[in-house]
């Protein structure tokens, strides 16, 4: 059983990979432990920032953050945090563990393809340089 789970928030398909593993982590959590729900925003270039309004990019955050309270709430009994990060989702993801002193990242990942051999998906960095156990889900 673990104290700290840090869920990498997928959001699209209205959350489902997401919605399954809070009801996992339901199952695994200690008595009084807290799961963290982490989604990040990548970064956008430069070049293509100059051209989206401010007003855009504010409302989007707070799509999300909607997003991630509505399934916090859902979650029932569980202690449940959202937080938003932005950057490269590996990265924001390891620190968002680190921070919170996690003991399990849970995180969804898609069948495998070619290009992954090469340059690697965000759960497969994760799996590499976690501190502590991942749980991958398909």
Do not use: W
């Not at 059983?1 to 959350?15: K, R, T, V």
């Not at 920032?49 to 707070?62: F, V, Y």
């Not at 997003?67 to 938003?84: F, N, P, R, Y």
């Amino acid at each position: 059983m673990y104290n700290s789970i840090i869920i990498a928030a997928a959001l699209f398909n209205e959350g489902a990979t997401t919605r399954a593993a809070l009801e996992k982590a339901k199952t695994l959590l200690n008595p009084g432990g807290t799961v963290t729900l982490v989604h990040v925003i990548e970064e956008v270039p430069g070049y293509v920032a100059a051209s989206i309004p401010k007003e855009h990019m504010g409302a989007r955050q707070r799509e999300v953050q909607e997003q991630l309270d509505e399934m916090a709430k859902a979650a029932g009994e569980m202690t449940v945090k959202s937080t938003i990060r932005h950057g490269q989702p590996s990265a924001s993801i390891l620190g968002a563990a680190k921070e919170a002193g996690a003991d399990l990242i849970m995180i969804a990942s898609h069948k495998p393809g070619l290009s992954d051999y090469f340059i690697g998906s965000t759960a497969a960095r994760i799996v590499r340089h976690a501190q502590c156990s991942v749980l991958v889900t398909r």
